[in-house]
């Protein structure tokens, strides 16, 4: 294997110049060729919204999410550190151990592709912090508001199949990953994200080792040449640039796995208030919610057409039963038609034909129901330290005209 | 090469800002200028972009804890003296902003 250099940070430095510089230099040459008159600033992505440069973390325009299968230019960027260079997918090893491995393992991509089923599968990606910008009082990080989601064809080998291979102990507890990515400071020593799930949940029939998206390859921000896909749970536990595999005999507890980061109070708390460490639990599967895509928030609407709405619908380890739909702050609520997934772990299609009463100002509220009973609260649910599992119900205003 | 890049790169922001239809959305990434900035792009900006501040605002305890956290995690440095400049200057400048009712936020009009 083609060792990945620890990068100083001059290196760092160096290498972030180039791939703005490059990335700014390309849009030139790039805008006319995509016929838009939408400069890509990252190559191979756009209808992103920057929340940040360094580390870059970028989320998708809500009303470009109309796709059924999310496209790899409108998946979100959720970065910690400083993505690999100079990655050569024919010398990528991934290390299978861990304390709970029977027979470790050392693989290339060509050995997933060669020795375990090639599965494709739809999966949902939604970043534990989506809709933290509705956090009130607020909160640290970045502030996502609704597009850090999506639910791209992914395609890989079953976390299980590989595990199995390797041999579990009967102790193993938790499933955690390790990335090439490195550390904002530059520092070699620390990992910059390793978390994971619980054993049960990696062989599961929806967690995979992916080497493709879509029609292609990873995009290099999500994790190209190869990443861990955990469908319905947070975006974290979903390693990019992924080079190991440890299967631990206790809850894992690498790098963003205690303290504040990716946890939620045990109990609820008032808002504003300071929880300790040890009064937080892991965030579990992500809990039912909904993305209205169309129409896009502020759109004119003539009052003798029905207006169509279309959105998508997900819940982490479970599945959406119906979307309800309200054009009157929720006094009253009309069934929208919804899909079964395309698979299980995969986001769900509902539309509806709306009509208004009257010329006015609208908002279109939308909410979810899960097979555990669960609906999306119409207000800013459990206000967490860190501004976690926001799921209230997506709202787009109409102006009927 | 840095800062031919970083040339390119705000001319690159520039056109995207000025662009009504951008597809890429691009914040300020400019810290307000108030007593201690110096120190804040000194200290804070050497690892990460300003946007993280810039987006956040927070109370004077959550910016301690936030430094605190940096210190724990990811490798600042003790800020002496310093410390209690950087708290004045983002308390000041990215305070906590309360939102005066129970209804959630009007939505933006952009059309």
């Known amino acids: ?401 | 090469m840095w800062f031919r890049c970083r040339l390119a790169l705000t001319l690159a922001l520039a056109l995207v800002a000025c662009n009504a239809v951008a597809a890429q959305v691009v914040p300020n990434n400019e810290l307000q200028v108030g007593a201690g900035d110096h120190l804040v792009r000194a200290h804070c900006l050497v690892c990460h972009s300003a946007q993280l501040i810039v987006q956040s605002s927070l109370t004077r305890t959550q910016w301690l804890d936030t430094i605190r956290y940096m210190q724990r995690k990811h490798n600042l440095w003790p800020l002496g003296d310093q410390e209690t400049v950087i708290l004045d200057y983002l308390e000041a400048n990215y305070g906590a902003r309360y939102q005066s009712s129970g209804r959630r936020k009007n939505l933006p009009y952009y059309r």
């Open chain 1, 1 to 401: 294997m083609k060792e990945l250099e620890t990068l100083s940070r001059r290196r760092f430095l160096q290498n972030g110049s180039v791939f703005f510089g490059a990335s700014a230099l390309a849009m030139f040459a790039s805008a006319e060729s995509a016929g838009l008159n939408e400069p890509p600033l990252i190559a191979g992505k756009s209808g992103l919204r920057i929340l940040n440069d360094r580390p870059l973390n970028a989320e998708a325009l809500p009303h470009l999410l109309v796709d059924a299968v999310t496209p790899t230019r409108h998946m979100f960027i959720r970065n910690n550190g400083v993505p690999p260079v100079g990655v050569d997918p024919s010398g990528w090893r991934l290390n299978i151990g861990g304390e709970s491995i029977i027979r470790p393992l050392r693989l290339s991509i060509k050995d997933l592709r060669s020795r375990y089923q090639n599965v494709s599968l739809q999966l949902t990606l939604e970043c534990g912090g989506n809709g933290r910008a509705e956090f009130d009082p607020s909160v640290p990080g970045n502030q996502w508001t609704l597009g850090a989601v999506g639910c791209p064809l992914w395609h890989g080998v079953r976390v299980r199949d590989v595990l199995e291979d390797a041999g579990l102990k009967n102790d193993a507890v938790y499933l955690a990953f390790h990335g090439a990515d490195t550390h904002l400071s530059g520092d070699p020593e620390k990992e910059v994200i390793s978390r994971g799930v619980p054993i049960e949940k990696a062989m599961a029939d929806d967690a995979l080792i992916a080497w493709g998206m879509n029609d292609g390859d990873l995009h290099p921000m999500n994790g190209h040449p190869l990443r861990l896909v955990v469908a319905g749970w947070p975006a974290s536990a979903s390693g990019k640039w992924l080079t190991g595999l440890s299967v631990r005999n206790q809850v894992h507890d690498g790098a963003k796995m205690g303290g504040q980061s990716y946890r939620v109070p045990k109990n609820p708390v008032a808002p504003g208030s300071v929880v300790d460490d040890s009064s937080m639990k892991i965030i579990g599967a992500m809990p039912v919610k909904s993305l209205l895509s169309v129409p896009q928030t502020g759109v004119r609407h003539d009052r003798g057409q029905q207006l169509k709405v279309s959105g998508h619908a997900w819940v982490g380890d479970a599945q959406v039963v119906s979307v309800d739909l309200s054009t009157d702050f929720g006094q009253t609520w009309q069934r929208a038609s919804l899909q079964v997934p395309a698979n299980v772990g995969a986001w769900q299609q509902f539309s509806a034909a709306l009509v208004f009463p009257a010329v006015g100002y609208y908002e279109i509220w939308s909410r979810a129901t899960d097979s555990n009973g669960l609906s999306q609260p119409m207000v800013l649910p459990g206000w967490n330290p860190k501004g976690y599992l926001n799921n209230a119900c997506h709202r787009v205003a109409v102006h009927v005209v």
